[in-house]
T-cell receptor, first 112, second 115 residues
Framework: LAKTTQPISMDSYEGQEVNITCSHN???????ITWYQQFPSQGPRFIIQ???TKVTNEVASLFIPADRKSSTLSLPRVSLSDTAVYYC?????????????FGSGTRLLVRP | GAVVSQHPSWVICKSGTSVKIECRSL??????MFWYRQFPKQSLMLMAT?????????EQGVEKDKFLINHASLTLSTLTVTSAHPEDSSFYIC???????????FGQGTRLTVV
């Protein structure tokens, strides 16, 4: 399984754009990149998933360069409620042995 | 979207007793379920993976006789913490995959406190 590396923590202010980068140098050909958000005492919540280039949904964008060895989660105009831990996961969801392995995550603090 | 329901959301038990946690996929068939444990300020640690009708595959260091996992149907998996001790106090989370989506859906978690 591709190991992921993320910054341990980030600080931001309300209304700013936040970009969290994840390194996954050993990503395999069939691996997808998935980001989850977790609030204290809750299960993680799916944010976005992508394979290459750019993916956008109603809450975030995911930028993946051509070599796919990293990815960046972009949160536009964050609010206080975006304070959470963000996890980047890499794996092939079509693989029968696919396991969701969480790294350390990035603890985002949004200040007023 | 798909929903995974975990029950109970919190439980307090006496040391030496067993506790069962249920994880249900409410609107899809969960072919695979994952069980995690999470200590305060730490990441989720995968304990085991279970496929419906098969024995669970445990991660290294996880005692299969202590953490019994049953995935008897496509909508239900249970984790039983046997002979619980205070060090087993933690936040337990289940996740399920299956159906048409490649996304994994997580339960709300169970806070276990062993006294």
């Amino acid at each position: 399984l591709a190991k992921t590396t993320q910054p341990i923590s980030m600080d931001s202010y309300e209304g700013q754009e936040v970009n969290i980068t994840c390194s996954h140098n050993n990503i395999a050909t069939n691996d997808y990149i998935t980001w989850y958000q977790q609030f204290p005492s809750q299960g993680p919540r799916f944010i976005i998933q992508g394979y290459k280039t750019k993916v956008t949904n109603e809450v975030a964008s995911l930028f993946i360069p051509a070599d796919r060895k990293s990815s960046t989660l972009s949160l536009p105009r964050v609010s206080l409620s975006d304070t959470a831990v963000y996890y980047c996961l890499v794996g092939d969801p079509m693989d029968s042995s696919y396991k969701l392995i969480f790294g350390s995550g990035t603890r985002l603090l949004v200040r007023p | 979207g798909a929903v995974v329901s975990q029950h109970p959301s919190w439980v307090i038990c006496k040391s030496g007793t067993s506790v069962k946690i249920e994880c249900r996929s409410l609107d899809f068939q969960a072919t695979t379920m994952f069980w995690y444990r999470q200590f305060p300020k730490q990441s989720l640690m995968l304990m085991a993976t279970s496929n419906e009708g098969s024995k669970a595959t445990y991660e290294q260091g996880v005692e299969k006789d202590k953490f019994l996992i049953n995935h008897a149907s496509l909508t239900l998996s249970t984790l039983t913490v046997t002979s619980a001790h205070p060090e087993d106090s933690s936040f337990y989370i289940c996740s399920a995959t299956g159906g048409a989506s490649v996304e994994a859906f997580f339960g709300q978690g169970t806070r276990l406190t062993v006294v």
